[in-house]
């Protein structure tokens, strides 16, 4: 059974970095593009990054674009994201999850198994 | 990127259908993607491609396409089925993904 767990969240003040970690279980893989998708207390669903299985492409959205970077580590079954110059719009629960397609790049794939999350609090 | 529209709640009764539009200019060129969550977990796909359900999912769920609008129906409602459902879908020209507001669905 596919299985994701995200940690690294927590309470840091304005302008700090964190990394994030998720750990992937139960399925092979380094033949799926992965994903980090946050949600902002009582808000929707905002991606934020994308990684290709093998690493080579990454994509970000244009509010953390230059301060959050993703990898991937496919010998540990690791994803990570690094978040740099941390501010309050950036306080929400940050998911990994999966793309429905095995070595997708550039198609229109679905997330198909989600994390429980991570929160990252960004307050001084 | 895209900007995808879905309306704010929609309220049913038990044994109903539930209908959920999502509005967008480039639906119907790429497909349409729809999520459920429910408070304090994680979301989970319910619809992709317009149509089709992951293993695991009630036929319940069901998806369309048509124009600009995409739809997730959901029938026979029942109690567990109250959540928050965001549609998705990739913006080819971005290479960015774009969810909608959400639609919270309330059974009456």
């Known amino acids: 059974q596919a299985q994701l767990e995200e940690s690294g969240g927590g309470v840091v003040p304005p302008g700090r970095s964190l990394r994030l970690s998720c750990s992937a279980s139960?399925?092979?893989?380094?033949?799926?593009?992965m994903y980090w998708v946050r949600q902002a207390p009582g808000k929707g669903l905002e991606w934020v990054a994308t990684i290709s299985y093998d690493g080579n492409y990454k994509y970000y959205a244009d509010s953390v674009k230059g301060r959050f970077s993703i990898s991937r580590d496919n010998s540990k079954n690791m994803v990570y994201l690094q978040v740099n110059s941390l501010g309050p719009g950036d306080t929400a629960v940050y998911y990994c999850a999966r793309s429905d397609l095995e070595m997708a790049t550039r198609v229109n794939d679905a997330f198909d198994v989600w994390g429980r999350g991570t929160m990252v609090a960004v307050s001084s | 990127s895209d900007v995808l529209t879905q309306p704010p709640s929609v309220s049913v009764a038990p044994g109903q259908t539930a209908t959920i539009a999502c509005g967008g200019d480039n639906i119907g060129s790429e497909g349409v993607h729809w999520y459920q969550q429910k408070p304090g977990q994680a979301p989970v796909l319910v619809v992709h491609?317009?149509?089709d359900r992951p293993s695991g999912i009630p036929a319940r769920f069901s998806g369309s396409s048509s124009g600009n609008t995409a739809t997730l129906t959901i029938s026979r409602v029942e109690a567990g089925d109250e959540a928050d459902y965001y549609c998705?879908?990739?913006?080819?020209?971005?290479?960015?993904?774009?969810f909608g507001p959400g639609t919270r669905v309330t059974v009456l």
């Open positions: 491609d317009d149509s």
């Open positions: 998705q879908m990739w913006d080819r020209k971005s290479d960015h993904y774009v």
């Open positions: 139960g399925f092979t893989f380094d033949i799926y593009p």
